[in-house]
């Protein structure tokens, strides 16, 4: 989309909507995305955060649409990420702002990036305040969320959040506000965000919400770096985050597998039937049909991780390992676990994923679950009641 939208009177959106990105760094975007860009005409023109360096015409188009964009005077940074600041070093040679405001991580990584010493940086703070004429920026840095350099610009007057990555969805759409979209699919996509994003950070999400709770700032409106403005209710989205970074298992339990010959597929199942009958929603996920990045927004909520693969090659299958890999740098929390497989003649696949999970700080309740070439009636039995143990074990 190449319009500009105006999101409060005098504050336009002028970014990019990026229909045919699939991939963001192993998560599936399967519905594209954007790159929100907004534009506050005051006494002194500002500009808030820049596009992928690709979606630069898309940008300079909306802004082209409300002023020429050699009379904005600041440019704010909220963060570094290509993603919002891919295009900066063109912006800049148009633009020649007066100030490039940002943090001094910030500063500090854009020199990194771009290596322009040059550029007239103006370093902000949480506290810091600029005055634009009628409206005042009040700048609250979030270290993590979600690099160093991370900020938020609060538009006082307007009630206004800038929030950078934080309450943004990965969703190309041609509408700019929650409230002209399916809520149970905007909210999907956020979960899907939060679960794949901001995860790891979540004791900082916690920190966070609690600073600006004491702060008691009026917040009208919440303009994210990505996806949907949050214009309708803007709090249920922070009282979506407080929730996902709780990390509050429900009674639901994840199969993630693999399997060779079906061996361990039918392990899985019969581990499922000993859960469902212990009361636990429970989804099976085969590693061929399911992306890394859908069950790890499944994980938000689920009590129990049970993850099963066939030994290959003295380890376990590469999906699985790639999925194990991806989960552990999210840091999940409050889960239960074990592992399952089947094997020819070494059958290590069980043991390397069971210390996976140790590794990860997941509870792991049965020493795992190996069985030779095909399971017999009586192994089966075996994986219903690891299925019903890992029932009993959820809480509540
Ligand atoms: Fe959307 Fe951390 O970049």
Not at 250 to 276: F, N, Q
Not at 310 to 329: E, F, H, Q
Not at 336 to 352: D, H, K, P
Request: aromatic fraction near 8%; glycine fraction near 6%; include cysteine.
């Amino acid at each position: 989309m190449r319009i500009n939208v105006e999101v409060k009177e005098g504050i336009h959106w002028v970014g990019a909507v990026d229909w045919n990105v699939r991939d963001f760094h192993g998560y599936s975007v399967e519905k594209g995305t954007s790159y929100n860009a907004y534009l506050i005409m005051d006494k002194k023109i500002t500009l808030f955060d820049t596009v992928k360096k690709p979606f630069r015409n898309d940008m300079l188009h909306c802004i082209y649409k409300v002023i020429d964009p050699s009379k904005i005077d600041y440019l704010v940074v909220n963060h570094v990420e290509p993603d919002h600041s891919g295009s900066l070093p063109e912006m800049m040679d148009v633009i020649k702002p007066e100030k490039l405001i940002c943090s001094a991580r910030g500063k500090k990584a854009l020199v990194e990036h771009y290596h322009r010493e040059d550029w007239p940086y103006e370093v902000v703070g949480s506290g810091d305040e600029i005055s634009l004429g009628r409206r005042t920026v009040h700048f609250l840095e979030t270290r993590m969320l979600h690099w160093p350099d991370s900020m938020f610009s609060y538009i006082k007057e307007d009630a206004l959040l800038i929030s950078s990555d934080a309450f943004g969805q990965h969703w190309a759409t041609s509408r700019r506000f929650n409230d002209e979209v399916d809520s149970s699919e905007l909210m999907r996509h956020a979960a899907k965000y939060y679960a794949n994003i901001l995860l790891p950070y979540s004791a900082l999400v916690q920190k966070l919400i609690a600073d600006v709770q004491k702060m008691d700032l009026k917040i009208d409106m919440i303009a994210p770096d990505h996806g949907l403005i949050w214009r309708h209710n803007p709090l249920q989205i922070v009282a979506s985050y407080a929730e996902w970074s709780r990390q509050v298992p429900k009674r639901k339990a994840l199969i993630i597998y693999d399997t060779m010959w079906h061996s361990t597929e039918i392990m899985a199942k019969a581990i499922g039937d000993g859960l469902v009958e212990g009361g636990v929603t429970t989804h099976l996920l085969d590693l061929a049909v399911n992306h890394r990045s859908n069950i790890i927004t499944e994980m938000l909520d689920a009590a129990a991780i049970i993850v099963g693969s066939s030994t290959l090659n003295n380890g376990m299958l590469p999906r699985m390992a790639d999925m194990l890999c991806y989960m552990k740098g999210l840091r999940p929390l409050n889960k239960i676990g074990a592992a399952f497989g089947s094997y020819g003649w070494s059958g290590e696949a069980v043991r390397l994923m069971t210390k996976a999970l140790e590794e990860m700080k997941i509870k792991v309740i049965h020493p795992g679950m190996s069985l030779q070439y095909v399971p017999t009636h009586d192994n089966l039995r075996q994986c219903v009641d690891l299925g019903r143990d890992i029932a009993k074990a959820i809480v509540p």
